[in-house]
């Protein structure tokens, strides 16, 4: 499946209580939802995430992003307990799929800085699932669907553009393929020193022009995936994968 009582400072749920504390100063005239802290720190998950997805549904509160968030976090902590595997079965998909409808509330990225740890957890569960599925051809839909949902979630976020560009291409879908390579090209111009990035995505990033650069090279275009492996050569060349990949071109 997808990827234990602790005082609040050192709790197990990806958050902090200083990043909630931080979320909060930033918007005090919004409801600052302390009682799905509460019940999320106490490890209700279930509990917390009905609590949520009634804000999600009140006309007072829906437009909030905070709550959709917490729909996302509970689905998250229920994924990797097996005492939630039967009534929750989809759990890690629904955590994807509820971070994306968070972002569109939060577009402004408001609150999305305060929540590394759980984007940085998130991602390495959905591109550990994705990778898992992306060299099955019955598996490239499930891997898609992981893959678009990250670049919803965190479209700055590079790697799973150049993830999805892979699934779509080998499904014979090449305008959206290459749709999200442009999608990539625009991440990565934007992200910086590649070195900089948080480590998760340093890791997708370089299986994903890994990956790019043996799929171009099968389809007999080594200009392409040389170019695209020239963005990763200063960061990973030290990377036992990467280099046997840059010599074999």
């Not at 005492?83 to 998909?93: E, I, L, T």
């Not at 799973?160 to 959206?176: C, G, H, R």
């Not at 070195?195 to 650069?213: E, M, S």
Request: with cysteine.
């Amino acid at each position: 499946m997808l990827l234990a009582n602790e005082p609040i400072m050192t709790m197990k749920p990806i958050i902090t209580a200083i990043s909630f504390l931080a979320a909060f100063s930033l918007q005090a005239q919004k409801h600052v939802y302390e009682d799905l802290l509460v019940l999320y720190v106490d490890e209700k998950y279930e509990k917390c995430m009905e609590k949520a997805l009634s804000y999600t549904e009140n006309d007072d509160t829906k437009k909030d992003a905070l709550p959709f968030l917490y729909v996302s976090m509970c689905n998250y902590e229920m994924s990797k307990l097996e005492k939630y595997a039967v009534d929750y079965p989809k759990a890690g998909r629904d955590a994807l799929k509820w971070a994306e409808k968070y972002r569109k509330k939060d577009k402004e990225k408001e609150f999305f800085g305060n929540y590394e740890d759980y984007w940085s957890s998130l991602n390495t569960m959905a591109a550990e699932t994705g990778e898992n599925l992306i060299d099955d051809p019955k598996g490239l839909s499930k891997a898609k669907a992981n893959f678009d949902a990250m670049t919803g979630y965190y479209p700055e976020n590079p790697g799973p553009w150049m993830m999805l560009a892979i699934v779509q291409y080998k499904s014979n879908l090449t305008k959206e393929g290459d749709l999200s390579m442009a999608g990539f090209d625009k991440a990565i111009a934007e992200a910086g020193d590649i070195k900089t990035l948080p480590k998760d995505q340093q890791k997708l990033l370089k299986n994903a022009l890994i990956r790019y650069a043996d799929f171009m090279v099968s389809k007999g275009d080594r200009t392409k995936a040389r170019k695209y492996a020239e963005i990763g050569k200063e960061a990973f060349m030290e990377e036992p994968d990467f280099k046997g990949m840059w010599e074999s071109l």
